[in-house]
């Protein structure tokens, strides 16, 4: 029963798992933030070298993510006095401000409904994971990472804003895809709709893959 809780996985699509729990801004439960993006990720411990990196650079998005109307979250398995801690100290030694809250996971609860424990990893610590909440609730991408390599920011905002403009405008983005680029439009499902795509005036390298500008 145990390594099913630990194996437990959420799936891209369906909701996301609720949690209620405490962060160094106070209480927070998931359904709380319904109408705003969130964007959950995992560390694996506080005080360590490669997540301080991290954490300054989620600071330095921060803003950018508000903008876009995304509540990011940290979590680790540690108290909120060890986070609070190490908040204070990445201010003192880096001069970065962790402007987010940080959930304080030490019985494991949201990370095993996450499934940010990997036994071949760590049991008691969370990898390095990124999960993507749409505006209602629901999972629309996850990032894994091991604990020894830190995550690219730039690539965080970047899905951020091809899952934002793939909702606002029905359309797909192509690999590589940045804001302003050429997007893909959806492709025909019956031989009509293929002979009308060819007419619309849209980009197309052949019926299946046709590109036009936002």
């Not at 996301?16 to 959950?40: C, M, N, Q, R, Y």
């Not at 996850?142 to 690219?152: H, K, T």
């Amino acid at each position: 029963m145990e390594s099913e809780e630990v194996l437990q996985m959420p799936v891209i699509g369906e909701p996301a798992p609720e949690f209620d729990a405490e962060t160094t801004h106070g209480p927070l439960k998931l359904s709380d933030l319904k109408g705003k993006w969130v964007i959950l990720f995992s560390h694996p411990a506080d005080f360590t070298p490669v997540c301080t990196t991290e954490f300054m650079a989620f600071a330095g998005i921060a803003d950018e993510l508000k903008e876009l109307n995304v509540q990011l979250i940290g979590l680790s398995i540690d108290s909120v006095h060890s986070h609070l801690a190490w908040v204070r100290n990445i201010k003192e030694k880096m001069g970065v401000e962790i402007p987010f809250p940080i959930i304080a996971d030490l019985d494991m609860k949201v990370a095993k409904r996450y499934g940010m424990l990997h036994p071949g990893q760590s049991s008691t610590s969370t990898i390095r994971t990124v999960f993507f909440i749409d505006d209602k609730g629901i999972m629309r991408a996850m990032l894994y990472y091991p604990m020894s390599n830190g995550r690219s920011m730039p690539e965080i905002l970047r899905l951020t804003k091809a899952l934002q403009t793939s909702d606002a405008h029905g359309i797909a983005t192509p690999a590589n895809w940045e804001p302003g680029e050429k997007v893909i439009v959806p492709a025909p499902k019956t031989p009509e709709e293929i002979e009308k795509r060819m007419k619309e005036g849209y980009e197309c390298k052949d019926w299946y893959l046709c590109f036009k500008e936002l």
